[in-house]
């Protein structure tokens, strides 16, 4: 028998790994674009799914944004059935009339058809092959635009997709192994002209800015980014546990927060929890910004008998003597 791969072993390893412990019942839901990344990932769970005792189920999203899409993406399928997955389902998708720019509305619809699809199939969890250049990117973009620990802590390995587990096996594989596992199986990806785009940032950052430190910091540059977003994830989880425990502590039997349970707080862990507890209030995550947290905290810190606070959603927040509430909206 002809040895195996590295990268095709690595990458077994690592599906493997991720789909241990999953709950027994519906299938493992592979989201493949046809890419390299997502094509070893489909690759790799259709041999190790069976050996776990699992199912294995395939879904590819179209779009709809190129020329001959549907076709693609049907041809993505077919290999799927070919290589033995049992069910493979393309998703067409409407991202025009979307708010945000391309990008972002593509990433939308794809995870609505995602978690469509794994309720349909009663998926245990989905599966999408961002590698750990992948995350090497998150992180410089991150880092680009200011974030915090919770942008540089990049993507985790596992999310919550409303109910069903999202997981990355391959956020430790990177894209030269993936590309050579898919070579060492005889397969094709398929080029995404978007990856290679220059209006988009990421593109960019993976054509220029990557190779470029790489070029003036060593090869190890994407590795001990991925390491930085690890640590970070590492310790965020920790300040998450403190908030939730000052969130509850602070909570005021009639509702709403009690300012002299706040205030002595760090301010990382006072921040965390005046943002757990807007989004709670109904402020929706991708608009709660720093500056809302900001603002919210300055009626802890910086009391000067201010007006109620304006939050994303139409929530409003007033300090009634020493008590944080929410107000309705006018
Ligand atoms: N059209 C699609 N259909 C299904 N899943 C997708 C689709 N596009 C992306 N994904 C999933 O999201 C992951 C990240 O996609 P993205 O395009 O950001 O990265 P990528 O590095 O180009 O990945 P790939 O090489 O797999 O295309 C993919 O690996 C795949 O699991």
Redesign the pocket.
């Known amino acids: 028998m002809a040895a195996l791969a590295p990268p095709v072993a690595a990458i077994r390893v690592a599906v493997r790994r991720a789909l241990t412990g999953l709950p027994s019942g519906g299938p493992v839901l592979?989201?493949?674009?046809?890419?390299?990344?997502?094509?070893?990932?489909a690759a790799a769970t259709v041999f190790v799914a069976p050996r776990l005792g699992r199912a294995a189920a395939f879904?590819?999203?179209?779009?709809g944004l190129q020329d001959g899409s549907a076709e693609r993406?049907e041809a993505?399928a077919n290999w799927a059935r070919g290589a033995g997955f049992p069910s493979a389902t393309v998703?067409r998708v409407e991202v025009a009339g979307r708010p945000g720019g391309p990008e972002a509305a593509?990433?939308e619809a794809?995870y609505e058809?995602?978690t469509e699809a794994a309720r349909q199939q009663n998926a245990v969890a989905v599966?999408?092959?961002?590698?750990r250049?992948?995350q090497a990117e998150t992180v410089l973009l991150a880092l680009a635009r200011g974030a915090g620990p919770r942008g540089l802590a990049g993507m985790p390995a596992r999310r919550d997709l409303a109910g069903v587990p999202l997981l990355?096996p391959?956020l430790e594989i990177g894209?030269a192994q993936?590309r050579a596992a898919c070579a060492a199986l005889g397969l094709s990806?398929?080029q995404?002209p978007?990856?290679t785009d220059p209006s988009y940032a990421?593109s960019r950052v993976r054509a220029d800015l990557l190779p470029a430190l790489v070029r003036a910091l060593g090869p190890g540059v994407v590795d001990n980014l991925a390491r930085t977003a690890r640590l970070v994830a590492a310790d965020n989880a920790a300040l998450d546990e403190l908030a939730a425990t000052a969130l509850a502590a602070a909570r005021c039997p009639g509702g709403g927060l009690s300012v002299p349970g706040l205030v002595g707080l760090v301010p990382a862990v006072r921040g965390r929890v005046l943002h757990s507890w807007a989004r709670e209030l109904g402020a929706a995550a991708g608009a709660l910004s720093h500056r809302h947290v900001t603002a919210l905290d300055a009626l802890i810190t910086d009391w000067r008998g201010q007006g109620p606070t304006d939050l994303p959603g139409g929530v409003r927040v007033l300090r009634r003597a020493d008590r944080l509430t929410p107000v309705e909206p006018t």
């Not at 592979?30 to 990932?41: H, K």
């Not at 599966?127 to 590698?131: F, N, S, V, W």
């Open positions: 592979v989201a493949c674009s046809g890419g390299a990344d997502s094509l070893a990932l879904v590819t999203v179209d779009h993406a993505v998703v593509a990433r794809r058809a995602l599966l999408t092959g961002h590698t250049d992948d990355r391959l894209r993936t990806p398929w995404d978007h990856n990421r």
